[in-house]
């Protein structure tokens, strides 16, 4: 399957006492690295259930995770492509990518939760340590494995739906605000504000384009943005960049240290 997940507090429970706050803390970070993400709330059984949002610190930890996968949006986003085009997992058994790796084929407990990152979630209740296996492609060759909890920047992503004049607005739940807004001199500005700083911005803007003009240009910071080949170079890159989508047609632009942006439109 492609695309896999879980029902983030269960649909049928069986158990006595009702689980605590540790284990749906738990589910909800094997959430954020699986192919689906939600919580069930409904379903059946014996007795009163419970979930992560009944606890006090319940919502603090779900909004953590969330925030976390939806950083990776770009990545996920990817990774689904890959699924659709080649039907591997976005969940990945290691037999799948370190074929070579007898010690890593034999591991229970983690998988690679697309091409890059590895996870291994903890199963143990009241674990305070996990061991984690690397893994290589034989011969004492393999990635270079880093901790992402510390080199993950802040990454947004925000798809824009313009309306038939060109203009958008809407505010993020922690309080950015994206404008786009069409000028008179044929261009369209965006801007963001309230995010923080070196924020890196994923923006898929779509919008009446058949009846304004294509995008001919992008410009941030008073620089023309490079024409990326395809949806996937915007978001690979390390820098800023764009790509007009015309089977789509939406505009895929990334902003890096900068919030705003124009885009100058010719006729089609």
Known sequence: MPYS???????????????????????TAVGSVS????????????????????FPNGTAIWRKFVKLRTQLFPYIYTQ??????????????????????S???????????????????????????WEVYLPTYGEGLGPLWLDVGSTLQDLRNAWIFADKDFSADGRTWDGLIYSLQRSLDNSVELTVTGAPTNSTHILQIAGPWS?????????????????????????????????????????WIKLTETDSASVTLKSM
């Not at 997940?5 to 589910?27: C, H, K, N, Q, T």
């Not at 709330?41 to 009944?54: M, V």
């Open 103 to 129: 010690l890593a084929i034999q591991q229970c407990y983690q998988y690679m939760f697309g091409e890059s990152f590895l996870a291994a979630p903890v199963v143990n209740q009241g674990a305070t340590r």
């Open 80 to 101: 689904a492509h890959i699924a659709h085009e080649t039907g591997l997992p976005i969940m990945r058994h290691h037999l799948l990518t370190f074929w070579n790796d």
């Open 5 to 27: 997940g879980s029902d983030i507090s269960g649909f049928e429970w069986y158990v006595d006492p009702v689980p605590d706050l540790e284990l749906w803390a738990r589910w």
């Open 35 to 54: 192919g689906l993400m939600h919580e069930q709330g409904g379903g059946k059984g014996p007795g009163a259930k419970s979930n992560i949002f009944e």
């Open 211 to 251: 009846a304004y003009g294509v995008p001919a240009n992008v410009t941030s910071g008073g620089s023309d943005l490079p024409l990326e080949t395809s949806w996937e170079a915007v978001l690979a890159g390390s820098g800023p960049g764009y790509y007009y989508d015309q089977t789509q047609m939406v505009l």
